[in-house]
């Protein structure tokens, strides 16, 4: 191959960030016939969650993998996909983030080359006990991170922030009655022997963006550019894709394997949720306006490109 | 010159910076893995690494357990809690040969069902065993060895960092695997408790045997051992009953410590400086070599030395016995220069389903592998267990510890012979319980 | 004993020794914050059912200043564990010169370290980063890391001088 490029990832190789990774990496190598060969560096060996956006920077590694929610306050724009707006599959939500992004460019990407851009699935309630109501939530202990603990908090139960690590421990010990996430990790974490009440709340998605070196995008043949930039909308869709379908086989595993129970938040009980979460958007508008961002504008586009790509 | 050849060639000179150089092992590892990177890919990528690694490594929130755990044993060390503990152990067991080895091994088991990790055990179990053993004329190559390989239970014993982190690498129930490693942890202390008997067999000055006792003095003695066992026992309990986290439970323990021996009236200021300087400079020199750890392993993973191994034990056309030992094979000489948690975490995506794909029970491997490379942590030349034993015995060489530890290899082995003829040693417990 | 050379080691060791001693004394302070923030929280949760937002955060800032405001202390006393079995074996004249080598090379490493974890607090600043469960900046426990390897830095250069000079501690 003519370059050889690498490519960072911090969650281990078999979670979805990988996956697509992997799947990215192939499509490059093929579709540039062998110009461009990608190394790839699961499982934080080259660069962790927390460094992998001052590294690729830096040019530790040439792409990287990175969780927006790693970063508060670095990407006042973007961080609009961690505000609760109801995204209900990562397709719809990753395609459009995607799109935001390719349309508006904000500059605080202006450091790096995206390569592309996809969001966890939506994060719903594993739980201990059944939950059917915001009543039954009260002053409950449940593991979240980043803007699902902001959340818990608003709708009256207590987020517990603590290293994935250390949730199966600390939820076999009663330390956390649940945890609220995508359901991938029912069986990825192996959550479902724990939890058996699933409760469908869709609060929000992580968004993701795959970086890459300005220097070394930089120095790529035009050709090699082309492929690179043309498979960014299409991997936000396959990533999308893949996780939904993750999700339903996850479902299917927990209920044949533990006999888990899924049911959907009531809907009178989910506007409520609503009502109470606008004050977390309302947060993230003042924010990114003092950052010169257009807030208003960029959240009713959000809101129309859900409404194109969700139903 | 290949990448693989790069990342051969790095541990070669880690190997000659280490003995030749006698550069400090935290600081040597980072420093090859730096230049080894830089090399690799480039410096101003190896530059951003060094900026950001420590960091990370030092502000690691799992690794809080460490300072919290040893405090904890500094407190009971600096107010004499220990002194009295062992003069009750000694009181009881003292007449038979090696008595006291063999309660800091059953000392070192018990304080491993409370801690997660074979450093805090080796901090701790050192500050309060050496300096007893060494009073009642026992030979250091014989304490610090036991205290070495006693401390390693910390990770085979539940709760285990080294578990949950195979476990939620994996998609294991880490339930299950506390569970399975239960009886691997008790036969391996057995063993460990018969390689005592049989070193003092062999060398009866090592352990010389103490006066009789009598029943009065041994019921007298006992108090000695209550504040220990209270202290031992509000820990032990409050994990197991689910009120803290481990890094809380070194919290706990240091509060209740402070408060037993504020009451008692043993903590002076004097004692709580010197505890707590003593914990710094432990737990600053366990946090440099993991912070070494890591920068080395990301030398290794650029220069795919780890991923490279891995293929090349999958590929080969051997039975499946034959891999399984190769792949033991690589753990001990990986756990020889590297640190375990770094080696599990670069190596257990890529050997787990070749074990997988072999038809061996997951929980079975997970426990393995766990004793292969904890076996690493006290063999030479990077014991990280036997180090931290080695800065609490600064008049014993590094190399006489490592002698030590070496009579207890066969214990070592004898255990992984056993797991790997009688599965069921395994299985049982988790498949009879759940 | 008086030429530059020694004047030059006395005054390093002077304020290496003050630096470590204040650091150290800093890093017990925050080791003391440590058990009182997680005590806090256990009870916290235990009693009013209300944790502390933030401890697994903090703990593991309050962590970061505990290790390395202790690197100087710890080097002061050998305390970072080498391997020494070969000591002693090589004529004393060459055991000098590697201690003077290795000492400099670890003095060269952690002002890298210190310098780049500096720049990484800058860069911290300048994109605005904030911690990721509370939402404050944190750039300050950085910079005293970098701050903390800066003083180790001085130590090692220290002891790499002393070892050229053949300086020992005065009685
Ligand atoms: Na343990
Ligand atoms: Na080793």
Same mark, same amino acid.
């Given at each position: 191959?003519?370059?050889?490029?690498?490519?960072?990832?911090?969650?281990?190789?078999?979670?979805?960030?990988?996956?697509?990774?992997?799947?990215?990496?192939?499509?490059?190598?093929?579709?540039?016939?062998?110009?461009?060969?990608?190394?790839?560096?699961?499982?934080?060996?080259?660069?962790?969650?927390?460094?992998?956006?001052?590294?690729?920077?830096?040019?530790?590694?040439?792409?990287?993998?990175?969780?927006?929610?790693?970063?508060?306050?670095?990407?006042?724009?973007?961080?609009?996909?961690?505000?609760?707006?109801?995204?209900?599959?990562?397709?719809?939500?990753?395609?459009?983030?995607?799109?935001?992004?390719?349309?508006?460019?904000?500059?605080?990407?202006?450091?790096?080359?995206?390569?592309?851009?996809?969001?966890?699935?939506?994060?719903?309630?594993?739980?201990?006990?059944?939950?059917?109501?915001?009543?039954?939530?009260?002053?409950?202990?449940?593991?979240?991170?980043?803007?699902?603990?902001?959340?818990?908090?608003?709708?009256?139960?207590?987020?517990?922030?603590?290293?994935?690590?250390?949730?199966?421990?600390?939820?076999?010990?009663?330390?956390?009655?649940?945890?609220?996430?995508?359901?991938?990790?029912?069986?990825?974490?192996?959550?479902?022997?724990?939890?058996?009440?699933?409760?469908?709340?869709?609060?929000?998605?992580?968004?993701?963006?795959?970086?890459?070196?300005?220097?070394?995008?930089?120095?790529?043949?035009?050709?090699?550019?082309?492929?690179?930039?043309?498979?960014?909308?299409?991997?936000?869709?396959?990533?999308?894709?893949?996780?939904?379908?993750?999700?339903?086989?996850?479902?299917?595993?927990?209920?044949?394997?533990?006999?888990?129970?899924?049911?959907?938040?009531?809907?009178?009980?989910?506007?409520?949720?609503?009502?109470?979460?606008?004050?977390?958007?309302?947060?993230?508008?003042?924010?990114?306006?003092?950052?010169?961002?257009?807030?208003?504008?960029?959240?009713?586009?959000?809101?129309?490109?859900?409404?194109?790509?969700?139903? | 010159?290949?990448?693989?050849?790069?990342?051969?060639?790095?541990?070669?000179?880690?190997?000659?910076?280490?003995?030749?150089?006698?550069?400090?092992?935290?600081?040597?590892?980072?420093?090859?893995?730096?230049?080894?990177?830089?090399?690799?890919?480039?410096?101003?990528?190896?530059?951003?690494?060094?900026?950001?690694?420590?960091?990370?490594?030092?502000?690691?929130?799992?690794?809080?357990?460490?300072?919290?755990?040893?405090?904890?044993?500094?407190?009971?060390?600096?107010?004499?809690?220990?002194?009295?503990?062992?003069?009750?152990?000694?009181?009881?067991?003292?007449?038979?040969?090696?008595?006291?080895?063999?309660?800091?091994?059953?000392?070192?088991?018990?304080?491993?069902?409370?801690?997660?990790?074979?450093?805090?055990?080796?901090?701790?179990?050192?500050?309060?065993?050496?300096?007893?053993?060494?009073?009642?004329?026992?030979?250091?190559?014989?304490?610090?060895?036991?205290?070495?390989?006693?401390?390693?239970?910390?990770?085979?014993?539940?709760?285990?960092?080294?578990?949950?982190?195979?476990?939620?690498?994996?998609?294991?129930?880490?339930?299950?695997?506390?569970?399975?490693?239960?009886?691997?942890?008790?036969?391996?202390?057995?063993?460990?408790?018969?390689?005592?008997?049989?070193?003092?067999?062999?060398?009866?000055?090592?352990?010389?045997?103490?006066?009789?006792?009598?029943?009065?003095?041994?019921?007298?003695?006992?108090?000695?051992?209550?504040?220990?066992?209270?202290?031992?026992?509000?820990?032990?309990?409050?994990?197991?009953?689910?009120?803290?986290?481990?890094?809380?439970?070194?919290?706990?323990?240091?509060?209740?410590?402070?408060?037993?021996?504020?009451?008692?009236?043993?903590?002076?200021?004097?004692?709580?400086?010197?505890?707590?300087?003593?914990?710094?400079?432990?737990?600053?020199?366990?946090?440099?070599?993991?912070?070494?750890?890591?920068?080395?392993?990301?030398?290794?993973?650029?220069?795919?030395?780890?991923?490279?191994?891995?293929?090349?034990?999958?590929?080969?056309?051997?039975?499946?016995?034959?891999?399984?030992?190769?792949?033991?094979?690589?753990?001990?000489?990986?756990?020889?220069?590297?640190?375990?948690?770094?080696?599990?975490?670069?190596?257990?995506?890529?050997?787990?389903?070749?074990?997988?794909?072999?038809?061996?029970?997951?929980?079975?491997?997970?426990?393995?592998?766990?004793?292969?490379?904890?076996?690493?942590?006290?063999?030479?030349?990077?014991?990280?267990?036997?180090?931290?034993?080695?800065?609490?015995?600064?008049?014993?060489?590094?190399?006489?510890?490592?002698?030590?530890?070496?009579?207890?290899?066969?214990?070592?082995?004898?255990?992984?012979?056993?797991?790997?003829?009688?599965?069921?040693?395994?299985?049982?417990?988790?498949?009879?319980?759940? | 004993?008086?030429?530059?050379?020694?004047?030059?080691?006395?005054?390093?060791?002077?304020?290496?020794?003050?630096?470590?001693?204040?650091?150290?004394?800093?890093?017990?302070?925050?080791?003391? *914050?440590?058990?009182? %923030? /997680? &005590? #806090?929280?256990? +009870?916290?949760?235990? $009693?009013?059912?209300?944790?502390?937002?933030?401890?697994?955060?903090?703990?593991?800032?309050?962590?970061?200043?505990?290790?390395?405001?202790?690197?100087?202390?710890?080097?002061?006393?050998?305390?970072?564990?080498?391997?020494?079995?070969?000591?002693?074996?090589?004529?004393?004249?060459?055991?000098?010169?590697?201690? *003077?080598?290795?000492? %400099? /090379? &670890? #003095?060269?490493? +952690?002002?890298?370290? $210190?310098?780049?974890?500096?720049?990484?607090?800058?860069?911290?600043?300048?994109?605005?980063?904030?911690?990721?469960?509370?939402?404050?900046?944190?750039?300050?426990?950085?910079?005293?890391?970098?701050?903390?390897?800066?003083?180790?830095?001085?130590?090692?250069?220290?002891?790499?001088?002393?070892?050229?000079?053949?300086?020992?501690?005065?009685?």
């Amino acid at each position: 191959a003519e370059v050889s490029l690498s490519y960072a990832n911090f969650p281990p190789a078999p979670t979805f960030p990988c996956i697509q990774m992997e799947r990215w990496a192939k499509e490059v190598e093929t579709r540039t016939a062998g110009k461009v060969d990608i190394q790839t560096y699961p499982g934080s060996t080259l660069l962790g969650a927390k460094n992998m956006w001052s590294g690729v920077i830096q040019g530790q590694a040439d792409i990287g993998c990175i969780s927006l929610a790693y970063q508060p306050g670095v990407f006042p724009m973007m961080s609009v996909f961690e505000q609760p707006v109801g995204f209900t599959s990562a397709t719809a939500a990753s395609v459009s983030q995607w799109e935001l992004y390719a349309k508006r460019q904000p500059k605080e990407f202006a450091r790096v080359k995206v390569l592309t851009m996809f969001t966890s699935a939506p994060s719903n309630i594993m739980c201990k006990k059944p939950i059917s109501s915001l009543d039954d939530l009260k002053g409950l202990e449940i593991r979240a991170s980043g803007g699902a603990s902001k959340v818990l908090e608003l709708l009256g139960a207590t987020p517990v922030s603590m290293p994935a690590s250390e949730a199966p421990e600390a939820l076999q010990k009663g330390l956390i009655k649940g945890i609220l996430s995508s359901f991938d990790m029912l069986k990825d974490f192996n959550f479902a022997e724990h939890l058996k009440y699933q409760t469908v709340t869709n609060f929000v998605v992580y968004p993701f963006a795959v970086i890459m070196n300005l220097d070394s995008y930089n120095a790529l043949s035009p050709d090699v550019k082309k492929v690179l930039d043309e498979l960014g909308a299409e991997q936000a869709e396959w990533t999308g894709k893949y996780l939904d379908a993750h999700v339903r086989e996850s479902i299917e595993w927990s209920k044949n394997k533990y006999g888990i129970e899924v049911a959907q938040l009531p809907a009178a009980e989910a506007a409520k949720a609503k009502q109470k979460l606008t004050v977390m958007i309302d947060g993230w508008k003042t924010k990114a306006e003092a950052k010169g961002i257009a807030a208003d504008d960029v959240l009713a586009e959000v809101l129309a490109l859900k409404a194109k790509y969700d139903h | 010159m290949s990448l693989v050849t790069v990342g051969i060639l790095g541990i070669l000179a880690l190997l000659a910076i280490l003995f030749l150089l006698r550069m400090p092992v935290g600081f040597a590892m980072g420093i090859v893995g730096f230049i080894g990177f830089a090399h690799v890919i480039n410096t101003k990528a190896a530059m951003g690494m060094l900026g950001t690694e420590l960091w990370q490594v030092f502000s690691s929130y799992g690794l809080t357990v460490i300072p919290l755990f040893i405090f904890m044993g500094q407190i009971c060390f600096q107010c004499g809690v220990n002194k009295r503990l062992y003069k009750a152990a000694y009181t009881w067991t003292g007449q038979v040969q090696g008595g006291l080895a063999m309660s800091t091994i059953l000392a070192c088991a018990g304080f491993s069902a409370i801690s997660g990790s074979n450093t805090a055990t080796a901090a701790t179990m050192s500050t309060v065993a050496l300096p007893e053993m060494k009073k009642y004329n026992y030979n250091d190559t014989l304490s610090t060895g036991a205290v070495s390989v006693g401390a390693t239970l910390g990770v085979v014993i539940p709760p285990s960092v080294v578990l949950i982190i195979i476990g939620l690498q994996t998609g294991q129930s880490i339930a299950k695997l506390f569970w399975a490693s239960i009886i691997p942890g008790m036969l391996l202390m057995l063993l460990f408790l018969l390689t005592v008997h049989v070193i003092c067999r062999r060398h009866p000055d090592w352990a010389p045997a103490g006066p009789r006792t009598t029943w009065g003095e041994k019921i007298r003695s006992l108090p000695g051992s209550i504040e220990m066992l209270v202290l031992f026992g509000l820990v032990m309990g409050g994990l197991f009953a689910g009120l803290f986290t481990p890094s809380e439970a070194g919290a706990a323990g240091s509060a209740i410590a402070l408060f037993i021996s504020l009451v008692s009236r043993q903590l002076t200021w004097k004692r709580f400086v010197l505890a707590i300087s003593d914990t710094l400079r432990t737990a600053c020199m366990i946090f440099m070599i993991v912070a070494g750890a890591v920068l080395f392993g990301r030398f290794l993973a650029v220069t795919r030395l780890p991923f490279e191994m891995a293929g090349w034990v999958a590929s080969l056309d051997i039975p499946n016995f034959v891999v399984i030992l190769v792949i033991c094979l690589i753990y001990i000489i990986g756990g020889a220069i590297m640190d375990a948690l770094a080696l599990l975490l670069i190596t257990i995506p890529i050997f787990f389903p070749v074990a997988q794909a072999m038809g061996y029970d997951p929980m079975w491997f997970a426990v393995l592998v766990t004793i292969v490379t904890t076996m690493g942590a006290v063999t030479p030349p990077v014991g990280v267990t036997a180090f931290i034993v080695s800065s609490m015995a600064p008049g014993t060489p590094i190399q006489r510890i490592f002698k030590g530890i070496s009579y207890f290899m066969v214990a070592y082995l004898i255990c992984i012979g056993l797991l790997m003829l009688f599965p069921q040693l395994v299985l049982f417990l988790p498949a009879h319980i759940h | 004993m008086n030429t530059p050379m020694s004047t030059v080691i006395q005054l390093l060791d002077a304020l290496g020794r003050f630096l470590s001693r204040f650091l150290l004394i800093a890093g017990g302070v925050m080791l003391t *914050a440590m058990v009182a %923030l /997680a &005590c #806090a929280n256990m +009870f916290m949760r235990g $009693a009013m059912s209300a944790p502390i937002r933030g401890t697994y955060e903090l703990m593991g800032f309050f962590g970061a200043i505990v290790s390395a405001f202790a690197l100087a202390a710890t080097q002061m006393r050998k305390g970072h564990i080498a391997l020494t079995m070969l000591a002693g074996k090589f004529p004393p004249v060459v055991d000098r010169y590697i201690d *003077a080598f290795t000492n %400099l /090379a &670890c #003095a060269a490493f +952690f002002s890298l370290i $210190a310098w780049k974890t500096c720049a990484y607090a800058s860069s911290l600043i300048e994109f605005g980063e904030l911690s990721s469960d509370l939402n404050i900046p944190f750039h300050g426990f950085v910079y005293a890391v970098a701050f903390g390897s800066a003083v180790l830095a001085l130590n090692l250069l220290t002891d790499c001088l002393k070892a050229l000079a053949d300086w020992k501690e005065p009685t």
